[in-house]
């Protein structure tokens, strides 16, 4: 299947696995800094940081559709240092969905 290249696509891909629920799990790609891997919410940082509530949010409104993260943010990343590592740390998980949120 190819990966979706709009909005819109992911959009069709989410309701139409809603309607079936025999397609793979939405990929959904977190890029960013510290704030995206959830360093200012500590100690339980892993689970209250914005890309699982991103995700559980996503579940709880299109389900039974199952949602999967990556999150590849990096502490005192830039978007210049993110662009060096964006094909191991994004490409090769072939999101259907990239959010990108630097400080």
């Known amino acids: 299947m190819a990966q979706p290249k709009t909005l819109a696509d992911v959009h069709t891909r989410i309701t139409t696995c809603q309607a079936d629920g025999t397609q793979r799990a939405v990929t959904v790609c977190f890029l960013g ?12 940082r892993t689970r209250r940081a914005y890309p699982a ?9 299109y389900a039974p559709c199952a949602f999967n993260g ?9 978007m210049t240092q993110a662009l060096t590592r964006i094909d191991d740390d994004v490409l090769r998980h072939a999101p259907d969905l990239t959010i990108i949120a630097f400080a």
């Open 70 to 78: 990556i999150d590849a943010g990096i502490p005192g990343d830039t």
């Open 53 to 61: 509530r991103v995700l559980a949010e996503l579940a709880d409104r």
């Open 33 to 44: 800094d510290s704030n995206t891997r959830g360093m200012a919410v500590d100690p339980d």
